[in-house]
């Protein structure tokens, strides 16, 4: 038999909340070493936890632990990401991009006409011999 559904909704007691908090922390945990390892990935995880009664202000958890290795995970996704950031346009160089893939289009489509009125080379030119060119 399956386990019943749960609500999504902000648990009220604070007890109840910091034991689940606790329990799918650790098993969040758990599952992201195991991707780590299982599929050779980087993996960073941070967690900011909330501020239960009597703690005071929350230091954000990381995984992994050793901060160096959370740094080098982070330095290479900017690194990545900032490759795919898209460029952001405002309207005058969105026309201006616009109007040279227009003025491309045309060009090309004048050589097409061009090609199609004025042939270069015509098939029955292969059927003459030299001295009939």
């Known amino acids: 038999m399956g386990r019943g559904r749960i609500s999504m909704e902000l648990i009220q007691k604070e007890k109840s909340r910091k034991i689940t908090f606790q329990k799918r922390k650790s098993g969040l945990l758990k599952k992201v070493n195991e991707f780590a390892i299982l599929c050779d990935v980087d993996v960073?995880?941070?967690?900011?936890?909330?501020?239960?009664?009597?703690?005071?202000?929350?230091?954000?958890?990381?995984?992994?632990?050793?901060?160096?290795?959370?740094?080098?995970?982070?330095?290479?996704?900017?690194?990545?990401?900032?490759?795919?950031?898209?460029?952001?346009y405002d309207a005058q160089e969105y026309f201006k991009e616009r109007m040279k893939k227009v003025e491309f289009d045309i060009s090309k489509v004048r050589k097409e006409m061009l090609k199609i009125m004025y042939p270069t080379w015509d098939e029955s030119f292969n059927s003459l011999r030299e001295e009939q060119m």
């Open 44 to 88: 960073c995880v941070i967690l900011y936890a909330p501020n239960f009664e009597g703690q005071g202000y929350a230091e954000p958890e990381t995984w992994p632990k050793d901060k160096r290795e959370v740094q080098k995970i982070l330095q290479k996704y900017y690194n990545t990401t900032m490759d795919r950031r898209p460029k952001i």
